[in-house]
């Protein structure tokens, strides 16, 4: 036990240094930094929708758009709106939660592939309203997006701007991370909390057996639509965070892949493993950056020019290595204790 | 011009290739009960070989006729994209058929960013525009105009789904794919080789693939390495618009998700032209006297109908439009 507090006080400690080892490598690292911890918090918003009630979700990143659009559009010169945050943030949880709910009442009947596609298609239809809604009335500004969004603003104390402390200068990013760690503690909180709590069982349960859940009292309509409009609520969260973060957004932060990116983190790390999805989305969202700085160079040494665009090689890897992952670990990396077991029994069954 | 008999042809057209395209999700959402999420770009890397072929036939200055220039293209494309289905199967479907369903969904996302982006190396970034070779004459019929590749495509179109519904029904081959589709072990008791016929459904999805591939590249002119994904997303609705697993089904959904797509850009313009609506139009009139239109949704919402459709067929009849079953157990 007292070993554990040690280990715990140790990565504490070295969460908070962070940004202010990283602001001297250089700031772009510190945003690096700042956007893997967003993409942690989606992750875990997901992986409540996904992870633990089992509802294939394809189209998560629409309530990540429905947040940021709604800070874009309430705090920044485009509707000469500059609400306070929080106002902005809530309703952007709020707006999502109603998309995530919209899009859960009529999909509740379905299962499996079909949910999929269904929340597939429900996301490009709203990336395809981003993009289009620029006329007749002009509401999203269309594929250009929406500039000079307001930054994260707390009384007096602003997030765009370098303050000191102590002597130690703390930069605009260095300051979003502070804020973007409590905040993921919170999901994190959440997540643990849900897991052991009666809904957190009710959506296993419908998970491993839907029918089974509903003969055993579970009010499976709504214990799925919670699902639906708490994943999506965090997910409006993170989109509040990164519209006030980046300052600008457009349709194009909003595309399937991302949704897929975010997926591919969950089942890469553990489908409902809280840790094991932290581990996952830290590791996609910090393996690529890794690549991007490094592929170049290597290219150079090794063959002395380059060969393939980085970018493409990236992905490649990518690619690669979701399809490996699945191969040698099909439960993903770090797997639910619960999930695991099945596995191991599921392989014992067929090997049979 | 009529545009109602327009967009009817139009719609029939691209619904014949999607229905194409559909053929081979159905076929192995039959058997397997999984979603090859890779078909799109497999249909995508048929597009991009045949250009390759057609443009160095025209370059070298062979002279031969354009028909044939293109069958070659065709021709070329096919077993590339064999090659690619059966390679799908052997390296994201077969070792994960006992893994957990999500597994298998992942890996071929993997296989297809790895095939968009071995695509993208190979092919580059900016569209390819399609050499025209083909003379295209244009046939008017009470109003309308259909132009030769249009008829092209939905001959060809009919004749490969009449050519799959015989090889499914009447070979000895195509019998032992319907028995896996009812049920793998007792057809493997029957003597059935399922691997074999899961990767030959995997292998004749990918013909099938790369033929409505070459057929989008000379209808549309372009070809590009993202070209896979909104194709396979409208052709992958299209089969369970019909009801997945059906092989009718997917030529129905197809053919009915194109008009829909057609005759829902050919008017939407026109139906939500605020002007004409009676309360609104007032309140706008200042505007309406100086543009003429206010129009709410233009044709560049085409995407949005095949998705709408998609997901008001499953909500109001989940398996289909002649699906029969809908699995209890996912």
């Known amino acids: 036990m007292k070993r554990q507090t040690l280990g715990l006080a140790i990565v504490a400690l070295a969460l908070l240094a962070l940004p202010l080892v990283l602001t001297q490598i250089g700031t772009a690292w510190v945003r690096i930094a700042n956007l893997a911890i967003l993409f942690i918090f989606l992750s875990l918003g997901l992986n409540i929708v996904v992870g633990m009630a089992g509802l294939l979700d394809l189209g998560y990143v629409a309530f990540y758009a429905v947040g940021a659009y709604t800070w874009a559009l309430l705090a920044s010169p485009h509707f000469d709106l500059h609400l306070p945050f929080w106002v902005i943030l809530p309703l952007g949880a709020l707006f999502a939660c109603i998309a995530g709910a919209v899009l859960g009442a009529p999909t509740l009947r379905l299962r499996g592939d079909y949910l ?82 009666r809904i957190g069982r009710a959506w296993v349960a419908i998970r491993e057996d839907e029918i089974a859940a509903k003969a055993v009292g579970i009010n499976t309509r709504n214990v799925k639509l919670l699902a639906f409009a708490m994943g999506a609520s965090f997910g409006g969260i993170a989109g509040g965070m990164f519209a006030a973060m980046q300052g600008f957004v457009s349709p194009e932060s909003f595309v399937l892949n991302e949704s897929i990116m975010i997926l591919a983190m969950i089942v890469l790390g553990g489908m409902g493993n809280v840790w094991g999805v932290i581990a996952g989305a830290l590791l996609l969202s910090f393996v690529p950056e890794f690549l991007r700085y490094s592929v170049e160079p290597l290219q150079r040494a090794v063959f002395g020019r380059m060969l393939i665009d980085p970018e493409v090689l990236r992905m490649l890897l990518f690619g690669i290595a979701l399809v490996l992952t699945m191969r040698f670990r099909p439960a993903g990396l770090w797997p639910e204790k619960r999930h695991q077991r099945e596995m191991s029994q599921a392989l014992e069954g067929t090997g049979a | 011009m009529d545009t109602f008999l327009q967009q009817l042809i139009n719609g029939l057209t691209t619904g014949s290739v999607y229905a194409i395209v559909a053929l081979g999700y159905t076929m192995v959402y039959g058997v397997i009960q999984l979603i090859n999420f890779a078909h799109g770009e497999v249909v995508m890397i048929g597009a991009m070989v ?107 179109s009919l004749l490969m789904m009449a050519g799959l519904t015989w090889f499914v029904h009447r070979t000895k081959f195509g019998i032992a794919i319907r028995a896996t589709a009812e049920d793998v072990r007792v057809a493997a008791l029957m003597g059935i080789d399922a ?62 998700l194109g008009l829909v797509e057609a005759l829902g850009t050919g008017y939407i313009s026109e139906i939500s032209d605020l002007c004409q609506w009676p309360l609104v139009g007032e309140l706008l009139t200042e505007r309406c006297a100086a543009e003429g239109h206010v129009i709410l949704f233009g044709s560049n919402y085409q995407d949005v109908f095949a998705f709408l459709v998609l997901i008001l067929v499953l909500v109001f009849r989940p398996s289909g439009l002649l699906g029969e079953r809908v699995a209890e157990r996912a």
């Open chain 2, 50 to 156: 045949a250009f390759s072929v057609i443009m160095a036939l025209v370059g070298a200055g062979t002279g031969l006729p354009p028909a044939l220039v293109v069958l070659l293209g065709v021709l070329a494309a096919v077993p590339v994209c064999m090659a690619i289905g059966y390679a799908l199967e052997r390296l994201a479907y077969r070792p994960l058929r006992h893994a957990p369903r999500l597994a298998p969904l992942i890996t071929a996302i993997g296989m297809s960013i790895i095939l968009q982006h071995l695509a993208l190396l190979i092919w580059g970034r900016d569209p390819r525009a399609f050499p025209q070779i083909l003379e295209n004459a244009s046939f008017a019929i009470g109003g309308a105009a259909i132009s030769t590749v249009q008829i092209a495509i939905i001959l060809l």
């Open chain 1, 116 to 197: 999929a596609i269904v929340t597939l298609g429900f996301g490009e239809i709203v990336r395809i309203f981003m993009n289009n809604l620029s006329a007749p009335f002009n509401i999203t500004n269309g594929p250009k997006g929406i500039t000079r969004i307001d930054g994260m603003r707390i009384g007096d104390f602003n997030f765009t701007q370098t303050d000191t402390l102590l002597g130690i200068a703390f930069t605009g990013p260095a300051k979003y991370y502070y804020l973007l760690l409590l905040l993921l503690l919170g999901v994190i909180v959440v997540n643990l909390r849900l897991q052991n709590s």
């Open chain 2, 195 to 256: 691997n074999r016929v899961i990767a030959a459904t995997f292998v004749i999805g990918a013909a099938l693939g790369a033929v409505a591939g070459v057929m989008v590249g000379t209808y549309y002119g372009i070809a590009h390495y993202t070209m896979g994904f909104v194709l396979g997303l409208k052709a992958f609705s299209a089969a369970v618009l019909g009801g997945i697993g059906n092989l009718a089904g997917a030529m129905l959904g197809g053919i009915v």
